[in-house]
Nanobody
Framework: QVQLVESGGGLVQPGGSLRLSCAAS????????MAWFRQAPGMEREFVAR????????HYDDSVKGRFAISRDDAKSTVDLQMNNLKPEDTAVYYC???????????????WGQGTQVTVSS
């Protein structure tokens, strides 16, 4: 089992920044692809960003490319999401997830955090 706990959400004005963090515990963090997903009210959960466990390669949804940056620290078992130039459409609950596969499909992720709310509003 891998337990994931997100933190760092909140209310921010358009154009502002937030940094989300996900702390993993339990089984070894290494070997897992880590990702962030988000779900807005009334919408399907969607992929945001992913980082691989071995090469550190990253992949982003087009909607956040150039604004968001995902990173991981295997020594600390954490994965962060730096979000810049936030827009109202970024408002959602953000979830951290872990998978043994390199994928953007949410149901292929084995472990999930409880989510953290991000609200972008003036």
């Amino acid at each position: 089992q891998v337990q994931l706990v997100e933190s760092g959400g909140g209310l921010v004005q358009p154009g502002g920044s937030l940094r989300l963090s996900c702390a993993a515990s339990g089984r070894t963090f290494n070997g897992y692809f880590m990702a962030w997903f988000r779900q807005a009210p009334g919408m399907e959960r969607e992929f945001v960003a992913r980082v691989s466990w071995n090469s550190g390669n990253t992949h982003y949804d087009d909607s956040v490319k150039g604004r968001f940056a995902i990173s991981r620290d295997d020594a600390k078992s954490t994965v962060d999401l730096q979000m810049n130039n936030l827009k109202p459409e970024d408002t959602a609950v953000y979830y951290c997830a872990a998978a043994k596969w390199s994928t953007t499909i949410d149901h292929l992720y084995d472990y999930w955090g409880q989510g953290t709310q991000v609200t972008v509003s003036s």
